[in-house]
């Protein structure tokens, strides 16, 4: 091919792909946040990009395990906890390490009975995944009316089969669980483990910490809070730290520093080994550290705007004909929010997945829809702190204007999109396993 043909081949895909630099990606629970690009010119500068631990030796790989050392003491204290691993890829891998390290303590105990692993119903699906894949039997806990954990049901699943409990603070409702000192608490009389499924870091960033929350492990998606581009911008990392008791049990390599200063990759005496390669992702290592730094003691600013983004949003939709504010409506929610079209769909036929697609048409990126499940007809939103306060009201002006055109010409939502490159997907086809064959071409066709 000619070089004009190969570069208007990839340049005609950046047309058809959509990502922040283009605009918002309010995917709740994805924490979708722009990319500083001062963070992008490391990452890729010869000196960082072509590290490869099998290649060089300590003496010789100080200055990244500087970074990594930092890195770590710095999760440690915006978490509060004692020990950090950067080895797993991503947080779903986190949770799996989490898990792996419960099963692993109990085993050192012999208390192998314990073989339940607490759920609450607004988790993502990948704890109770996680969960199975380590061995455990997942035990769903209810929401109460408040949208939070219910208190009851809980103290009436704990047993001495419990291995641990896997929660998000503030949860996938953007709810922040006021009573989790209480909720901690039952675990820990029952001698049992707490997860924080760190995804929704980002609304207490700086301000509250999941270590003095009583949490015993805490898994940090560094793709989501700490920047590093992910949703097909690059790997994920998710860090994982822990509290002293449970440090030894730590995957991977553990950057120490000797007392000549020098650093060096520790191995635990008791890990659960490897959960990915060498030192993990390093870009979204390298991504996190510069967010750090660049906000300084300044970090709760993160979680400030993100939550005040959120809430004005929610201002915007007050009192729209179709859509509701399921639990506790005069709440304020953190960084994301979960609102219904159920009332919308009885009304008119048109669904949440209709108005999601006439976002699309718009030029605007759709929210997360149909999870949590606890939400019929949910939309879940989540404008991070660095989104602008005219693409938020530009944003709300087009869900507006698909509640309005649901009320008087619904099929023409069932349209929608309209002009994107493709049409509407077979969303259950794309994820189904006989379509994953190797043979499936990619491409426009
Ligand atoms: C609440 C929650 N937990 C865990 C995860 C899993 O994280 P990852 O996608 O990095 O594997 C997600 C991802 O969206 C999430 O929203």
Redesign the pocket.
């Known amino acids: 091919m000619s070089e004009i043909e190969v570069v208007r081949h990839y340049t005609r895909f950046t047309e058809e792909s959509y990502g922040v630099d283009n605009g918002p990606v309010p ?5 979708m946040k722009y990319n500083p690009r001062i963070a992008t010119n490391y990452v890729n500068s010869e000196y960082l990009a072509n590290i490869h631990p099998s290649l060089l030796k300590f003496e010789t790989a100080q200055n990244i395990l500087k970074l990594m050392y930092q890195l770590q003491e710095w999760l440690k204290e915006i978490t509060g906890m004692d020990a950090c691993t950067l080895q797993p890829p ?6 799996l390490t989490g898990v792996l390290i419960i099963k692993k303590y109990f085993q050192e105990r012999g208390d192998t009975q314990r073989d339940e692993m607490l759920i609450p119903d607004s ?5 109770p995944a996680s969960s199975s894949m380590g061995g455990f039997k997942s035990v769903r806990i209810p929401s109460d009316e408040h949208g939070l954990v219910n208190l009851e049901a809980l103290r009436a699943s704990v047993s001495n089969k419990t291995a641990g409990l896997m929660l ?1 603070n503030p949860n ?1 409702l953007g709810l922040f669980e006021k009573n989790i000192t209480e909720v901690t608490k039952i675990l820990h009389e029952n001698e049992a483990i707490v997860h924080y ?4 870091l980002n609304g207490i960033i700086g301000i509250a910490r999941p270590g003095d929350m009583g949490f015993d492990i805490v ?1 940090l ?1 560094l ?2 809070t700490f920047s590093a581009p ?1 949703g097909g911008g690059g790997p ?1 990392a ?1 860090a994982v730290c822990v509290k002293k008791y449970l440090e030894d049990y730590l995957p991977g390599y553990i950057v120490s520093k000797d007392d000549n200063g020098r650093y060096f990759l520790k191995k635990m005496s008791k890990s659960i080994g490897d959960v990915y390669s060498t030192y993990g992702n390093l870009p979204g290592m390298i991504y996190a550290y510069i967010f750090i730094l660049s906000y300084g003691s300044d970090i709760y600013k993160v979680a400030k705007y993100s939550t005040l983004n959120t809430n004005f949003f929610i201002s915007l939709l007050k009192g729209v004909k179709g859509i509701t504010l399921p639990y506790d409506e005069k709440t304020p929610r953190l960084h994301e929010t979960v609102l219904s079209f159920k009332k919308l769909a009885e009304e008119t036929g048109v669904t949440v997945e209709d108005v999601a697609k006439y976002l699309l048409d718009n030029g605007f990126y759709a929210p ?1 829809i149909y ?1 949590p499940l606890i939400v019929d007809e949910a939309f879940m939103i989540e404008f991070t702190e660095t989104e602008s306060y005219e693409n938020i009201v530009k944003y709300a002006e087009v869900v507006k204007k698909a509640i309005e055109i649901a009320y008087t010409n619904p099929s023409e939502l069932k349209q929608a999109p309209i002009n994107t490159s493709v049409r509407r997907l077979d969303a259950v086809k794309a994820n189904h396993p006989s379509t994953l064959k190797p043979s499936v071409k990619f491409g426009r066709k």
């Open positions: 995917l709740g629970s994805c924490t991503a947080g779903a891998s986190g949770e988790a993502h699906g990948s704890n998000t996938t499924d760190g995804a929704n898994h998606n793709h989501k992910h994920g998710g997360t999870f």
